[in-house]
């Protein structure tokens, strides 16, 4: 129970890494509250913990609108009471080739991992207090180590995330507060696959093959898995990381060594 009682903002909690987060630190004895622009995505997810008892709250958020961020973390702190942890998980993925007409995709990767980050993140810090055990924890990416084709938006917004963690971790040390960040590699989830298929349509492929091609390129030879960056998450949360400000790990099976 590393985590006791400890209140935990998880955005984007009811999916991919962010249900692993939400899981692993119920069982280290959080209080987590979680957010989506998409009931399907958080209501279900929550409801269905908290009937098996565990404290878990399920609210509707859109990141990249600052009212919605406001009634959110009001609602969070209403419910369970001061923050303790912000995990910043909620993302946005996609191609966006720079030949290819429109700013659209662009404008919605950037605001959401980037900008919807830097709003969420000025919020909750009004409602952490100093010299508490306050923790921001940032998921970057691989991609916010080095570039990708055709990824131009994604790797902007995570290589920005690493910058803005650097920078708020001497902005609130004296307040106690620790930031750092997290860049998985491929992981198992809806997004790792979705990515896959947009590479495999681009380069004319089956999923498959570029699978085989993903693997191949990691020196462990299989992706991660959401648990493995839930538990790492955990790790940064927790006493036993309190020296640790200001960093993004790798968690990647090796791909940043390449």
């Known amino acids: 129970m590393r985590l006791k009682d400890k209140v935990t903002i998880i955005t984007g909690g ?20 979680i957010g989506s622009r998409d009931p399907n995505h958080y209501k279900a997810f929550a409801e269905g913990l908290a009937k098996e008892g565990w404290p878990i709250l399920g609210l509707e958020l859109d990141i990249t609108r600052k009212e919605s961020v ?28 720079i030949d290819k007409e429109g700013d659209e995709r662009w404008m ?19 409602e952490m207090r100093d010299q508490s055990h306050g923790r921001i924890i940032n998921l970057s990416s691989v991609l916010g180590r ?3 084709s055709g990824y131009t938006a994604y790797c902007a917004a995570k290589h920005g995330i690493i ?36 590479w495999a ?17 990691v ?10 960056v ?18 993004a790990l790798n968690i990647c099976g090796g791909a940043t060594m390449s």
């Open 146 to 148: 080095f570039g990708v």
């Open 14 to 33: 009811g999916t991919g890494i962010g249900a692993a987060l939400s899981r692993t630190f119920l069982k280290e004895g959080a209080r987590v509250v």
């Open 70 to 97: 406001d009634r959110f973390v009001a609602q969070a702190v209403q419910q369970f009471g001061p923050i303790t942890i912000l995990v910043n998980n909620a993302g946005a993925s996609g191609q966006n080739p």
């Open 219 to 228: 020196p462990m030879k299989r992706f991660t898995e959401d648990s493995e």
């Open 108 to 126: 919605r990767i950037l605001q959401t991992n980037l900008t919807g980050t830097y709003y969420v993140t000025k919020r909750v810090l009004k």
């Open 163 to 198: 910058g803005f963690t650097r920078a708020l971790a001497l902005e609130v040390v004296s307040r106690g507060i620790t930031v750092n960040a997290l860049c998985p590699g491929w992981v198992e989830t809806e997004m790792a696959r979705l990515g896959l298929r947009e």
């Open 230 to 247: 839930a538990e790492l998450a955990v790790y940064l949360a927790s006493d036993a990381s309190q020296a640790m400000t200001g960093q």
């Open 201 to 217: 349509d681009a380069a004319g492929l089956t999923e498959e093959e570029v699978r085989r091609q993903a693997v191949a390129a």
